[in-house]
Structure formats: structure tokens, C-alpha cells
């Protein structure tokens, strides 16, 4: 009973994406968006651009892909060059042979950077795409301009055995694969909380889809970030930071704006942690107005 009930779940959510796809084309799907591969130091790493004007990179979070940010680029075109990357281990960039660390991944969004001609990048970072970004306003200074980071607060100063906790806690990738596909229901159990309230379940069921996808990768980002811990104190990037009122990963972002001197908060209603596709115009103004302040 419960695997026919799960049969009908599924196929109810991929029923209604079919018709989402049919009756209007997939963000990202059009020629607007130019897509491409560069070849950095760590493996091949797989990113699209739409628009012209000052460079803005988006780096997704931990788990997800460039699509994370499909239904918010259009609105940045008209202002930006706007350059979605898929980190290695994740979408359609290569694996890594090992688990990579954060100075590791922010080298080869440098890699990527030099290889498409961008001398200096703003950038926004999304969870664990916060960490990447932070990383780079701190070892890649002068490439770097302003800094936007969403859902981004954290705690500082663990100790080894904090994070060893913070790692052994299992993700819904750790989650066994079961003949009757009880990991899918808590995995859509747990996605479904980390959206907002309204938000619909066709569009839960996108960052759905990329986590299992993506769960099949011996490496992602989430490692990487539980060890990062870099000092604040030193990063000097204006900065703004986005926290969606209904993200229960957002962690303590009042936190994060002391640290960050100067540093500003704006708050984004009906969003949770999927905030690029639930408000992407929204987003786009908040963003658009402080970079170009």
C-alpha cells in the first residue's frame, strides 16, 4: 500500500511538471542563454551566460546546480553579465577524485574566470555558495567586487569535534536507496520543509530532482563547508546579505552582519530556502539595487 501510494505521489508531481514544460519553455531552455565548459586545474566545470554588462557570477548552494538560479537571471540580463556555474561535483561539471575544500573550489571559479576573459566578478552565493564567495572576497581580493550572500549565517570558531558532529549527521543523500522508496518521501518530506509556506509543489520539485540526481556523486559542497572557517575579520567587500523570512537554513544572519563590516540585510518574504525560484523578480530588484548603488 504505502509503494502504490508513493507510485501516485510521483506520478502526480511529474504529471504536473510535464504540463508546467508544456505549456511554457524551462528556464534556460531558450537561445538567450549561452552555455559552455572551462577546463581549470580540478576538472572540467560547466557554466552558461545571458546579458551584458558588469560581470555577476551566482554560485549555488550545496546539493544544487546553476538551475538554482534559471528563473532569476532573465531579470538580471538587461544590467549584467550574468554567469551561472555548476561547482565540480555537482550538475554537469565534472567529479573530483577526492573531496575537494573550499580554497579548492573558489580556485577553479578562477580557473573558469580567466578562461572566459573576466578580470573582476561581483558575486552572489547561495548557502553554501555563500561560503565559496566569501572565500574568494578574501583570497582573490582584487578579481573581486561586491558580495551578495543569501541564507549565509553560520557559526564561527568550531571546534574539530563540533564539525566532526556537524559531518556525521546524516543528509537525506546519505538516505539508503529502498525497494519501496521510503528515501524519497523523507527527501521530499524535508525539501518540502525547506520551502515557504505557498510556495507549490511543482516548484519544490525541481531542487527535488537536482538533490537526487546529485546524491549519486561520491563528493558534493557540504563537506567542504562544515571545515571552512575563515576569518571575517578580513573581508572587506561591500556586502549585502539576503535572508528569505521562511529559510530554516539560513542560520543567525544578524550574526553574520556584525561580523561583516558594513555589511547590510534585506529580508525577502514568501521564500524559503528555494528563494531563486520562488521570488526571482523580487530578488533581482533587491540585487540590482545594491550593486549598482
Do not use: C
Not at 572557517?229 to 572587506?236: A, K, V
Amino acid at each position: 500500500m504505502k509503494k502504490l501510494k508513493l507510485v501516485i505521489l510521483l506520478g502526480f508531481f511529474l504529471n504536473n511538471f510535464l504540463v508546467l514544460t508544456a505549456n511554457a519553455d524551462m528556464p534556460g531552455m531558450s537561445g538567450e542563454i549561452r552555455r559552455d565548459y572551462s577546463d581549470t586545474q580540478f576538472g572540467r566545470v560547466h557554466h552558461w551566460t545571458i546579458g551584458e554588462g558588469p560581470a555577476l557570477l551566482l554560485v549555488h548552494q550545496s546539493g544544487q546546480t546553476s538551475a538554482e538560479y534559471l528563473s532569476l537571471a532573465p531579470f538580471l540580463a538587461n544590467t549584467f553579465k550574468v554567469i551561472g556555474i555548476d561547482l565540480l561535483n555537482h550538475g554537469q561539471s565534472d567529479s573530483s577524485t577526492y573531496e575537494l575544500n573550499v580554497d579548492e573550489y573558489a580556485d577553479s571559479v578562477i580557473d573558469l574566470l580567466d578562461d572566459i576573459g573576466v578580470e573582476k566578478v561581483h558575486i552572489l552565493g547561495q548557502h553554501g555558495g555563500a561560503a565559496v564567495a566569501i572565500n574568494l572576497g578574501l583570497r582573490h581580493s582584487a578579481r573581486i567586487g561586491k558580495l551578495i550572500l543569501s541564507g549565509a549565517g553560520r557559526e564561527e570558531n568550531l571546534t574539530d569535534e563540533q564539525i566532526q558532529e556537524l559531518i556525521d549527521q546524516p543528509m537525506t543523500r546519505d538516505l539508503p536507496v529502498d525497494v519501496n522508496g521510503e528515501f524519497l518521501k523523507k527527501t521530499w518530506s524535508v525539501y518540502r520543509t525547506m520551502s515557504a509556506i505557498n510556495t507549490t509543489p511543482e516548484m519544490t520539485f525541481q531542487p527535488f530532482l537536482t538533490s537526487l540526481i546529485n546524491r549519486q556523486r561520491k563528493f558534493d559542497l557540504h563537506y567542504a563547508i562544515y571545515r571552512y572557517q575563515p576569518n571575517l575579520d578580513n573581508l572587506n567587500k561591500e556586502t549585502l546579505l539576503l535572508e528569505a523570512e521562511e529559510d530554516e537554513y539560513a542560520g543567525d544572519v544578524a550574526a553574520l552582519q556584525k561580523r561583516i563590516k558594513g555589511s547590510i540585510i534585506r529580508k525577502v518574504p514568501n521564500s524559503g530556502s528555494w528563494q531563486f525560484y520562488e521570488e526571482p523578480e523580487l530578488n533581482a530588484k533587491i540585487i540590482t539595487e545594491f550593486l549598482n548603488q
